[in-house]
T-cell receptor
């Protein structure tokens, strides 16, 4: 039944060690988003894709990269995680109009 | 750039009362405004969407209003229940290359006491 699936739910990495978070969807939506959310803060948009068109937010650090190999999958790569990158990472999909977003359960990233 | 302001203080109410949460935005009026519920450690879940030409939208015990003059949306939960305890996020569309993107406020935490 899950429509937006994020793996893993919890990820622990070491300072500076690259990590990849994954997201898949069964909704066939053409828009996919990655948000970063820290405790008691707003989800902060990192990037989004309209189909294969990649849109990077101006304040997203270069340390964060994303890949969308096909409609169903999207990846978030953190090349050299710092302690400040510890957060919940949320993937969401949308149909491309002004409609609701469907979120995954998120990946809680810890950086040691 | 657009800013979304929600009351950062938690709202505590008694079961059965109406909860009212506020969302203010600072810049242009969006064409659409949405409300989401988020439980601890989970992703947000969509609740309601209201368009700029709609004054009010209802769904079961939920009601949303949208005042483009005040740049404000109010979110009401009537006959509140302890199960309504969660964080409620306001979201709106902002322009982006290729279309629109959705940006969020920090949310207001609601506690409903039995």
């Amino acid at each position: 039944d899950a429509m937006v699936i994020q793996n893993p739910r919890y990820q622990v990495t070491q300072f500076g060690k690259p990590v990849t978070l994954s997201c898949s969807q069964t909704l066939n939506h053409n828009v996919m988003y990655w948000y970063q959310q820290k405790s008691s803060q707003a989800p902060k948009l990192l990037f989004h894709y309209y189909d294969k068109d990649f849109n990077n937010e101006a304040d997203t650090p270069d340390n964060f990269q994303s890949r969308r190999p096909n409609t169903s999958f999207c990846f978030l790569d953190i090349r050299s995680p710092g302690l400040g990158d510890a957060a919940m990472y949320l993937c969401a999909t949308g149909s491309g109009g002004h409609e609701k977003l469907f979120f995954g359960s998120g990946t809680q990233l810890s950086v040691l | 750039s657009q800013k979304i302001e929600q009351n950062s203080e938690a709202l505590n109410i008694q079961e059965g009362k109406t909860a009212t949460l506020t969302c203010n935005y600072t810049n242009y009026s969006p064409a659409y405004l949405q409300w989401y519920r988020q439980d601890p450690g989970r992703g947000p879940v969509f609740l309601l969407l209201i368009r700029e030409n709609e004054k009010e939208k209802r769904k079961e015990r939920l009601k949303v209003t949208f005042d483009t003059t005040l740049k404000q949306s109010l979110f009401h939960i009537t006959a509140s229940q302890p199960a309504d305890s969660a964080t409620y996020l306001c979201a709106l569309d902002a322009p982006s290359t290729g279309g629109f993107k959705t940006i969020f406020g920090a949310g207001t935490r609601l506690f409903v006491k039995a």
